[in-house]
């Protein structure tokens, strides 16, 4: 397994050299096919013990708990899924997109060619968060069926996930599982500097860019170095990196909510949007999902009181 974590050090270097140096269309590229790395999880699940019907009717029939422990996990979770980090991402490589290739612009063009490209990012975007989800919902399966059932249940490193994988499911889903973690690290890193990056380039109005050289854009290409240098650091310091990613969801669950709020009233402005508001539908599902955050949000800190 150091192999293979030297391995992913030296690729995850490899990586950032591509997001700095090489044109965006190639970098997007890279990034599209990494994603079939995530489906590692599903090729887990599908090979150890699963019992899929407890696991049916258990997601059908979910058993709630208030506990404090459970009310943070599904925080978190929560966190993860609609994570602030990605409305920066999403948009930020829309308009990307729109600026290096002038064929996907569409704020002049005419009503019907524009809905057709909204269409476009409605359907990317509903096919991306399905997808999403669905490896999500292999990766809590599989540690369940595996690590948990095993009283398993205090894992520091994604190297010990793996390592405990090995002897209670076999070895052929050890280096699945560890591919899968190497692949999705690869992927999340670069992508989340890159999210962090252009939110304080928008913010401190900043040349951004992953289609910009890196003269032409020095502060972007400047934080997208400095956060990859923190993420590095944490490695030889005495921080638990798994707890430190879970109760980072938990932050982003809790400051999701107020961005939602935001987003949810911004939507519906026919002087923000012009024609482009929120339909109805959307308006309604979305208001609802801020509610569920926003309630998760207060049972959490109302159990912390307690």
């Known amino acids: 397994m150091n192999s293979i ?14 997001e700095i140096f090489s044109s965006y269309e190639r970098y997007v590229k890279i990034l599209k096919w990494m994603t079939l790395s995530l489906f590692a999880y599903v090729a887990t699940a599908l090979i150890v013990h699963v019992p899929w019907g407890e696991v049916a009717y258990d997601t059908i029939v979910p058993q709630m ?7 943070v996990v599904i925080v978190a979770v929560l966190g993860t899924t609609i994570s602030p980090y990605l ?3 999403q948009s930020s490589e829309e308009a990307e997109d729109e600026r290096v290739d002038s064929r996907r612009a569409f704020a002049d063009r005419a009503p019907e060619e524009a809905r057709r490209e909204i269409r476009r990012i409605e359907i990317d975007t509903y096919v991306g968060m399905g997808l999403s989800n669905l490896v999500a919902f292999f990766i809590m399966v599989t540690t369940a069926a595996t690590l948990h059932a095993n009283g398993v249940t205090d894992v520091q490193t994604s190297e010990q996930a793996a390592e405990a994988l090995r002897p209670i499911a076999g070895q052929f889903a050890f280096i699945i599982f560890a591919l899968g973690i190497l692949g999705t690290g690869l992927l999340a890193v670069p992508v989340l500097a890159g999210s962090s990056a252009y939110a304080l380039a928008e913010a401190m109005r900043w ?36 707890k430190a990613l879970f109760w980072s969801a938990v932050i982003n669950g809790v400051v999701a909510v107020p961005l939602m709020v935001v987003m949810m009233i911004m939507t519906m402005q026919p002087k923000i949007m012009g024609q482009f508001t929120l339909p109805r539908p959307l308006w309604i599902v979305g208001w609802l999902s801020t509610a569920a955050m926003a309630v998760a949000v207060v049972t959490m800190l109302a159990t912390w009181g307690g």
Do not use: C, M
């Open 5 to 18: 974590s030297q391995s992913s050090e030296y690729r995850l270097r490899a990586l950032h050299t591509l």
């Open 65 to 71: 708990s208030w506990q404090k422990d459970y009310i």
């Open 87 to 89: 409305f920066f991402w």
């Open 207 to 242: 040349q951004a860019g992953l289609g910009r050289s890196p003269s032409e854009a020095k502060q972007f290409y400047a934080t997208i170095v400095g956060g990859t240098l923190i993420g590095v650091s944490i490695n030889f310091v005495h921080i638990d990196p798994i």
